[in-house]
Each structure stands twice: as C-alpha cells, then as structure tokens.
C-alpha cells in the first residue's frame, strides 16, 4: 500500500509542475504581445526640421522591419544605429508615450543657396544639397550663376570648383564682420563678384576676408562713381587694387 501511494503523489507532483510551465509559459507571451501591442509606433512626430522633409526623417528611423516598437527605435537610436539623412547633424528621440515618439532634429547649416529650375537650392559648407524650396530663403547668401543639370537632396552640389563652397563661407563671414551688404552675389567658377549700389567688386577666389576688409573704406572714397572696384589680386604680398570708372563686367544675358 504504501508504494502505490508514493507512485500517485510523484504523478500528482509532476502534473502540478506541468502546469507551472503551461501557465508561466502563457504569462510570458501574454506580457510579450502586450509589450509588442503598447510600444506599438503610432505616431512619430519631427520637430526642428527646416530642409529635410519629415517623412524623409521617419522612413530612415523606420528602416528595418524591428523599427515599428517604440522600445526598439530609442535602444537603436542610443546606439547610434540609424541611419539619418546626410543633411542631419544629429537627432534626439523621447518617447511620448508607449505608442509615440518625438525627434528633435539639428539640421547641418545652410552656407548659401542658389536658383536652378524655378527652385532655390540650399547647400552647406561641404556642397552638400540640404533642401529646396520655391521661396527664396532670407536667411543665407543667395549666389547667382551657380548652375547644374541634376540637383538631389543629401546628395553633393555637382559643381567642377569644389572651393567655391569654401569662398562663400568665408565672403557671407566677411560681409557681417564688416558690415557690407551687397546687393548681389555672383559666382564663375570659384570666383565671386559682388555688387554694391553701383560699384561691382570683383573678388576672385581665396583671401575673401582680406579682400572685404578693404571694401568699406574704398567705398568712402568712390561716393558718387559708378565702376568696378578690382580686388582679385589684393593680398598681403602684392596688394594691388585697380578701379575703372564707368565700366561693368560683361554678364552671360549681354
């Protein structure tokens, strides 16, 4: 009798911890598929954003099939494993909520923009095409004369002088350090050509700070002449300055 009675306590003994694992198992999963419904992406929201388009900024957070859990995108992000677009410095993700996320977004800064196509295109120091737009921007040097045939945002400004991008950080610089406000900014190739009431200064390329150094006190002197102030030669080892009274560089329309 009492051997039988130990065979039906382990039998019992076993199925009680059968059950154990059943229910445990069930737990698990229930938790899983809530955490899977409650950290579900519903809404992503991008501030900060001037250039880039959002929905640009939410396909390169949502680029993998895992990337539709809250949980994953701010695990990813903290590991700096997206990949945003190439005109995005950086970005800063928080969760809302289980279900939302918000991305603040720190653009790379425009240097200058030009018109191609009916469309302002906005680039920064490298070349690199951060947005378009069809209203002229106030915010930074509009150069005229820049031209291309193809022009892709997060993609590089396809011009032969990669150091005109450089020329125009440093005259936009320039301009503010010395207070000159030219009326117009243009480029050939690397060289830039401003126009200032009715002087034309041409500047050509490199030493853009020194060029405009001089411009303010040369314009005191030209009060009431019209020409072409010539600075393209002027640095500190040659220092030459030309002026021709009455003549103007011809442009492409002439």
């Known amino acids: 009798m009492g051997k039988k009675r130990k065979k039906k306590e382990r039998k019992t003994g076993g199925g009680h911890t059968l059950y154990a694992i059943v229910v445990l198992l069930l737990a698990i999963a229930i938790f899983v598929m809530s955490m899977l419904l409650l950290f579900h992406v519903q809404t992503i929201q991008i501030r900060g954003n001037k250039y880039v388009e959002s929905s640009t900024v939410a396909k390169s957070i949502q680029s993998d099939k895992y990337a539709t859990n809250t949980l994953y995108i ?7 494993k997206i990949k945003y677009p190439q005109s995005v410095e950086s970005a800063k993700i928080r969760m809302k909520a289980p279900w939302s996320i918000q991305v603040t977004v720190k653009e790379k800064e425009a ?3 030009t018109l191609i196509q009916n469309e ?12 378009k737009t069809t209203v002229k921007p106030e915010d930074v040097l509009y150069v005229e004369g820049m031209q291309a045939d193809k ?17 125009i950080v440093d005259a936009s610089e320039s301009f503010e350090q010395y207070s000159v406000t030219p009326d117009r900014v243009l480029c050939d190739g690397a060289n830039l050509t401003v126009y200032i009431g009715d002087i ?6 490199g030493d853009m700070e020194l060029k405009i150094s001089q411009i303010p006190d040369i314009l005191t002197k030209l009060e009431g002449k019209k020409g072409t102030l010539d600075l393209r030669y002027y640095n500190e080892l040659t220092e030459i300055i030309s002026f021709k009274e009455g003549e103007f560089p011809k442009t492409e329309e002439e």
């Open 151 to 167: 022009v892709k945002v997060n993609k590089e400004f396809p011009v032969k002088e990669k150091r005109i991008f450089r020329n």
């Open 200 to 205: 034309c200064v041409t500047l050509g390329s």
């Open 111 to 113: 240097i200058g923009c």
């Open 74 to 80: 701010m695990v990813k992000n903290a590991l700096g």
């Open 120 to 131: 302002y295109i906005l680039f920064d120091q490298d070349g690199l095409v951060l947005g």
